[in-house]
């Protein structure tokens, strides 16, 4: 089955600072690869999403590059803020599956 | 909008019990999808259903699993008996399109699950 690898599983940076986090996946089937935030008690939140045929994607504040070749792909967060703590989840889907990964805390520290 | 809505929020019991967590999908949606999340073994996911059908339950860790989905508005995970090792927190998510297309999840609020 799928796999997939995210790193670092922690993650403190400087509010106004960028914060980069990095999935790899296994199965080359894969074609669908979200991102979701997951704040303490709470239900994990779609953030951002790309689509195989896509190479990168942006939204505001929040970036998703692929890379099919290679099977990974990275989220950017730019002008980080304090509400962007949370646990980040990076997640590859093949027929009709979503495999997630382990999961990064991000710290923004003031 | 409302959306995924899960019930009870949180739920203690002792081991032997039987357990049944629900859920209320986002309206219109076309799939469902329960997951598991503990700090060993991340979010796994349990079994989804299309159009209320079971799709794959390769994901439920033995027979004392089940779900069930009897209309478009409700589904049900029960555990019977519950160990303490099922305790967890278990989500239900619902997607707008069948679960074979690469499109969105979105995911409840989550039942705690103590299993003393």
């Known amino acids: 089955g799928e796999n997939v690898e995210q790193h670092p599983s922690t993650l403190s940076v400087q509010e106004g600072d960028s914060a980069v986090i990095k999935c790899t996946y296994s199965d080359s089937a894969s074609n669908y690869f979200p991102w979701y935030k997951q704040e303490l008690g709470k239900g994990p939140q779609l953030i951002i999403d790309i689509r195989s045929n896509v190479g990168e994607k942006k939204d505001q504040r929040i970036a998703v590059t692929l890379n099919k070749t290679a099977k990974h792909f990275s989220l950017h967060i730019t002008e980080t803020q304090p509400e962007d703590s949370a646990v980040y989840f990076c997640a590859a889907k093949v027929v009709g599956k979503l495999t997630f990964g382990t999961g990064t805390r991000l710290q923004v520290t003031l | 909008d409302a959306g995924v809505i899960q019930s009870p929020r949180h739920e203690v019991t002792e081991m032997g019990q039987e357990v049944t967590l629900r859920c209320k999908p986002i309206?219109?949606?076309?799939?469902l999808f329960w997951y598991r999340q503990t700090m060993m073994r991340g979010l796994e996911l349990l079994i989804y259903f299309n159009n209320n059908v079971p799709i794959d339950d390769s994901g439920m860790p033995e027979d004392r699993f089940s779900a069930k989905m009897p209309n478009a508005s409700f589904s049900t995970l029960k555990i019977q008996p519950s160990e303490p090792r099922d305790s967890a927190v278990y989500f239900c998510a619902s997607s707008p399109r069948l679960a074979t297309d690469s499109y969105e999840q979105y995911f409840g609020p989550g039942t705690r699950l103590t299993v003393t």
């Open positions: 309206s219109g949606h076309n799939s």
